[in-house]
């Protein structure tokens, strides 16, 4: 089923190497970009900011911005670039998204959000999707949720991925916001029972493949955020989980990966951008301390190659070796 597992676009995380890892991980996993203003998919380098491989299929851009007429006409250069799918972004709570009006602000603006999501609907053919938050600061109701996805899903929007928190527009940085507003996935399940022809994608709190598994019982899909970036291989494990499939090994998935490593370090591509996405996939492993010295130091340096995680994977072997 589409978005029945997610990986959450996350700012100068999921980039174009880290959607390529995942992609490895999690064969069916929908991947999302990195939000991108409206403003600089039309004005800005494209390839820099909307390129990606093949292999991250089914991909979605995410967009940020509040005019509808930019975010039509970003939708429709993202569409020619060949992503599967536009997301307008409704949650994040940072002062610069503040100051341009658009983010989580944009909850106290269903009107707004509905005539950018209708004029997105009219500009693609390909599904235009919303990530929200439960609310903003004073507005802590059901009530004025569900009347911003009522007003947003008259436009015909169908999808929506809710991160289960409010969002506190003052007083709390973008961290605080992930973890000291309540999580109410109650509110989530009431929204997919209430409105069951919407598929409703839960975001929020969700870090083992138990709690995942719950939550399909009740929602579409589930998006997972931090947990997939740290700890990869529970990102592999939900995977085949949910759709199937033996488990790989860790090393076995690095390997998959080599090839991307090798297609662009041959581009010019220096390691370091690719090798960070890695880190924590030896994640609590024996061993799992030394790969991640061994390319956090090694990364950096001039002409590191795929030598270098040859080399951090025989260190990490060893060292398990040794610990059995």
């Known amino acids: 089923m589409e978005h029945r597992l997610c990986v959450a676009p996350m700012m100068d995380w999921t980039d174009r190497h880290c959607r390529a890892f995942h992609r490895v991980l999690a064969p069916n996993a929908r991947l999302y970009t990195e939000m991108v203003h409206a403003q600089a998919v039309i004005h800005g380098d494209h390839e820099r900011l909307l390129g990606f491989d093949h292999?991250?299929?089914?991909v979605a851009l995410q967009l940020g911005g509040s005019e509808p007429a930019l975010l039509a006409e970003a939708a429709r250069i993202?569409?020619?670039?060949?992503?599967?799918?536009?997301?307008?972004?409704?949650?994040?709570?940072?002062d610069r998204v503040q100051?341009?009006?658009?983010?989580?602000?944009?909850?106290?603006?269903?009107?707004?959000?509905?005539?950018?999501?209708?004029?997105?609907?009219?500009?693609?053919?390909?599904?235009?999707?919303?990530?929200?938050r439960l609310g903003v600061d004073e507005r802590e109701d059901y009530e004025h949720f569900l009347?911003?996805?009522?007003?947003?899903?008259?436009?015909?929007?169908?999808?929506?991925?809710?991160?289960?928190?409010k969002a506190w527009l003052s007083g709390l940085s973008p961290k605080e916001n992930r973890e000291i507003p309540p999580l109410r996935h109650d509110w989530v399940h009431r929204l997919k029972r209430e409105r069951p022809g919407l598929r409703v994608i839960l975001n929020g709190g969700l870090s083992t493949q138990e709690e995942c598994l719950a939550q399909l019982d009740h929602v579409d899909g589930v998006m997972l955020g931090r947990t997939a970036y740290h700890e990869p291989y529970r990102l592999h494990a939900l995977d085949r989980a949910i759709f199937g499939g033996a488990a790989r090994s860790r090393e076995e998935l690095l390997r998959v990966f080599f090839p991307y490593v090798e297609a662009q370090l041959a581009r010019g591509v220096a390691l370091k951008h690719i090798s960070r996405h890695v880190l924590g996939l030896f994640h609590a492993q024996a061993?799992?301390?030394?790969?991640?010295?061994?390319?956090?130091?090694?990364?950096?340096?001039?002409?590191?190659?795929?030598?270098?995680?040859?080399?951090?994977?025989?260190?990490?072997?060893?060292?398990?070796?040794?610990?059995?």
């Open 55 to 58: 292999c991250e299929h089914p």
């Open 99 to 132: 100051a341009g009006r658009f983010g989580a602000c944009l909850m106290k603006e269903p009107a707004l959000v509905a005539e950018g999501m209708a004029a997105m609907l009219a500009a693609v053919k390909i599904p235009v999707t919303v990530k929200c």
């Open 147 to 165: 009347g911003f996805v009522d007003t947003v899903a008259s436009v015909g929007v169908n999808t929506f991925v809710v991160h289960a928190r």
């Open 78 to 94: 993202g569409e020619q670039f060949g992503y599967d799918e536009i997301n307008l972004n409704v949650g994040c709570p940072s």
């Open 287 to 324: 061993g799992g301390r030394m790969f991640r010295q061994i390319l956090s130091e090694g990364g950096p340096r001039a002409g590191a190659d795929l030598s270098l995680l040859e080399r951090a994977l025989a260190a990490t072997r060893a060292t398990a070796e040794a610990a059995a």
